[in-house]
């Protein structure tokens, strides 16, 4: 079918989205992946039934990126692509998304975003008049020791209290963030469908202009 320019420009930035979306979902649990991952193989056959954790409308994305801003701050280090799985079955999330922002940490920056997280708790508790007190150089090299190690019990008597509290941070930081994100993702979907009805209205209009020019001609031709 012949294509006006603006219409093959619109058409190739539509194929780029695809393309460019297709490489970042490239190394994330897909429908056509899910089952070379540790745990979330065994419920492969059932994830594949859910459309709405494959799903990308914003209906499905934005709660997908709230969580998954959360739970990647959170101290569950280990165990977020499974429990990025049973989220986004809660909240018919996108499972793709909330299982991509577990990347964000890291063994790299794991530690950093956890004092990160319970300075920030520690700070909204003594807003509201609850006095935690803070990691001195100690506690932060025995957490470093305790995680490599995996010694909480032996040696980190407060854990609960600090478990507690970077969840707290988590959740306040990650909201922030999940807002931030969800609210770009919108604009982004909005322009998005813009492009794609424009691009539908003109091959439309075209179409009608064809189909109303058709019966002159051959009624000139009789």
């Given at each position: 079918m012949y294509m006006t320019a603006e219409e093959s420009e619109l058409n190739k930035t539509r194929w780029r989205r695809i393309r460019r979306v297709k490489k970042w979902l490239r190394p994330l649990p897909r429908r056509t992946n899910i089952h070379r991952y540790p745990i979330l193989k065994f419920f492969s056959e059932s994830a594949r039934k859910r459309i709405y954790i494959w799903s990308f409308r914003v209906e499905n994305a934005v709660p997908a990126i709230y969580a998954g801003s959360i739970l990647t701050?959170?101290?569950?280090?280990?165990?977020?692509?499974?429990?990025?799985?049973?989220?986004?079955l809660l909240l018919r999330a996108n499972l793709p998304i909330l299982a991509g922002l577990q990347i964000v940490s890291n063994p790299i920056t794991v530690l950093p975003i956890w004092y990160a997280a319970y300075q920030t708790g520690r700070i909204f508790l003594s807003l509201i008049g609850v006095k935690v007190a803070p990691l001195n150089h100690e506690e932060v090299r025995l957490l470093l020791d305790n995680f490599i190690h995996g010694a909480w019990g032996n040696k980190f008597d407060n854990i609960a209290t600090v478990f507690g509290v970077t969840n707290l941070g988590a959740i306040i930081i990650g909201t922030f963030f999940g807002l931030?994100?969800?609210?770009?993702?919108?604009?982004?979907?909005?322009?998005t469908a813009a492009s794609y009805a424009l691009l539908r209205a003109k091959i439309n209009d075209r179409k009608l202009k064809s189909d109303s020019q058709t019966p002159a001609k051959d009624s000139t031709n009789d």
């Amino acid at each position: 079918m012949y294509m006006t320019a603006e219409e093959s420009e619109l058409n190739k930035t539509r194929w780029r989205r695809i393309r460019r979306v297709k490489k970042w979902l490239r190394p994330l649990p897909r429908r056509t992946n899910i089952h070379r991952y540790p745990i979330l193989k065994f419920f492969s056959e059932s994830a594949r039934k859910r459309i709405y954790i494959w799903s990308f409308r914003v209906e499905n994305a934005v709660p997908a990126i709230y969580a998954g801003s959360i739970l990647t701050l959170m101290p569950l280090y280990g165990i977020q692509v499974p429990l990025a799985f049973l989220l986004a079955l809660l909240l018919r999330a996108n499972l793709p998304i909330l299982a991509g922002l577990q990347i964000v940490s890291n063994p790299i920056t794991v530690l950093p975003i956890w004092y990160a997280a319970y300075q920030t708790g520690r700070i909204f508790l003594s807003l509201i008049g609850v006095k935690v007190a803070p990691l001195n150089h100690e506690e932060v090299r025995l957490l470093l020791d305790n995680f490599i190690h995996g010694a909480w019990g032996n040696k980190f008597d407060n854990i609960a209290t600090v478990f507690g509290v970077t969840n707290l941070g988590a959740i306040i930081i990650g909201t922030f963030f999940g807002l931030i994100g969800s609210v770009i993702y919108r604009i982004i979907a909005n322009r998005t469908a813009a492009s794609y009805a424009l691009l539908r209205a003109k091959i439309n209009d075209r179409k009608l202009k064809s189909d109303s020019q058709t019966p002159a001609k051959d009624s000139t031709n009789d």
